[in-house]
């Protein structure tokens, strides 16, 4: 099943199954001060990111929007679609930064869902595994990843307190 981009924080493990596909919405143009704040609050100090002057001497010709800030920003995209209720990230894996970005880009992501499993050790929850890939406002893929989180289990939750 397809789902757009409309907010639901109260989505349950139940809501999902293999193959759901969530187109997010809006996207998120990468701003200067964005990529500047990320960059230096997190002590990546790298001049590719931070130096107008130093990256235009490099191949791309101008300043590279840090790699972190993408992911980071393509989960946050994520989260009012598809994993708002949220109990816990529990992995994150296979990040591939396929192509730049570049500050005033704009990403867009879309993520589809692997496979889901309820907890073996607590019963109110279960564990979904999704794909997401990001693009920019060209349709360019610039980073896939996969991620497993924990959602909470409508049937179970229901019945308690």
């Known amino acids: 099943m397809e789902h757009d981009g409309r ?12 193959g759901d596909r969530f187109v997010h919405w ?6 200067e001060w964005g990529n500047d704040f990320f960059s230096l609050v997190t ?8 130096d107008t002057h130093y990256s235009s001497a490099t191949q791309h010709g101008q300043r590279l929007v840090n790699g972190l800030l993408v992911l980071s920003t393509a989960v946050g995209i994520s989260i009012p679609s598809l994993s ?13 930064h396929h ?10 992501a879309e993520t589809v869902v692997l496979d889901i ?4 050790s607590k019963p109110d929850r279960g564990v979904v595994h999704v794909e997401t890939k990001v693009a920019n ?11 497993r989180f924990m959602l909470p289990r409508r049937s179970i939750r229901s019945t308690i307190g």
Do not use: C, W
């Open 43 to 50: 002590m990546n100090h790298q001049p590719l990111h931070i």
């Open 117 to 120: 499993r309820l907890s073996r």
């Open 137 to 147: 406002q060209n349709k360019e893929l610039v980073l896939t990843f996969a991620r």
């Open 7 to 18: 907010a639901f924080f109260e989505r349950f493990i139940e809501d999902l199954e293999p």
């Open 84 to 96: 708002g209720a949220v109990i816990a990230n529990l992995e994150y894996e296979r990040v591939a």
């Open 26 to 31: 809006p996207g998120r143009t990468m701003t």
């Open 99 to 108: 192509a730049p970005v570049f500050i005033g880009d704009t990403i867009y």
